[in-house]
């Protein structure tokens, strides 16, 4: 069982919509973060979250971090196919904690 | 920068043969992990060292996996011997600490065919 459960597995959108893939979970984190990861490569972090409440934006990217530290979201807005990849989030329970809990992943698909 | 570089990048070979991975980590960071990716499992924590000292094993499967770190510029991964169900994409990740706010950088893995 995940700790942390991303939603929906899977989405496949037109270029120049937009979307949201969730991430939640029962437990409290101290901070979030959000990876890419691209065929044949490495994740590559793209934001860290450690406030309940907080917004980031990165560009065409805006994510949120729950109130509760339990959950968190992120949103494209019209998408590009170079948005194309597989977005993973990943939780650490206190804030000197090593161990990041990965969920298992959405893959997003940007049809040009 | 030079990132975090893996070898080799693929390795097929045949169940109960010797595998070793390769990692050398950005330096100056003194935190690194060896991870594995599945379709079944995602990416889990096989091992952590913070100094070139393993912290915690406890996600190496089994007493086949082992891992060593002989300084800061270079870590291992071997498995002996390999069995069809260790095939995976196998990651080295460092960053400079290791609280939940530190970012990993990501090799770009070696992908383990065991036949």
């Known amino acids: 069982t995940q700790l942390l459960e991303q939603s929906p597995q899977f989405l496949s959108i037109q270029e120049g919509e937009n979307l949201t893939v969730y991430c939640n979970s029962s437990?409290?984190?101290?901070?979030l973060q959000w990876y890419r990861q691209e065929p044949g490569e490495g994740p590559v972090l793209l934001v860290t979250?450690?406030?309940?409440?907080e917004v980031k934006k990165l560009k065409r990217l805006t994510f949120q971090f729950g109130d509760a530290r339990k959950d968190s979201s992120l949103h494209i807005t019209a998408a590009q196919p170079g948005d194309t990849g597989l977005y993973l989030c990943?939780?650490?329970?206190?804030?000197?904690?090593?161990?990041?809990?990965f969920g298992a992943g959405t893959t997003v698909t940007v049809r040009a | 920068d030079a990132g975090v570089i893996q070898s080799p990048r693929h390795e097929v070979t045949e169940m109960g043969q010797e595998v070793t991975l390769r990692c050398k980590p950005i330096?100056?960071?003194?935190?690194l992990f060896w991870y594995r990716q599945t379709m079944m499992r995602g990416l889990e924590l096989l091992i952590y060292?913070?100094?070139?000292?393993?912290?915690?094993d406890s996600g190496m499967p089994e007493d086949r996996f082992s891992a060593k770190m002989p300084n800061a510029s270079f870590s291992t991964l071997k498995i002996q011997p390999s069995e069809p169900r260790d095939s995976a994409v196998y990651f080295c990740?460092?960053?400079f600490g290791a609280g939940g706010n530190q970012p990993q950088h990501f090799g770009d893995g070696t992908r383990l065919s065991i036949l």
């Open positions: 990740a460092s960053s």
């Open positions: 437990s409290v984190f101290s901070s």
């Open positions: 979250v450690v406030t309940g409440g």
């Open positions: 990943a939780g650490s329970r206190r804030s000197n904690d090593y161990k990041l809990s």
């Open positions: 330096s100056g960071h003194n935190s």
């Open positions: 060292f913070n100094n070139n000292v393993p912290i915690d």
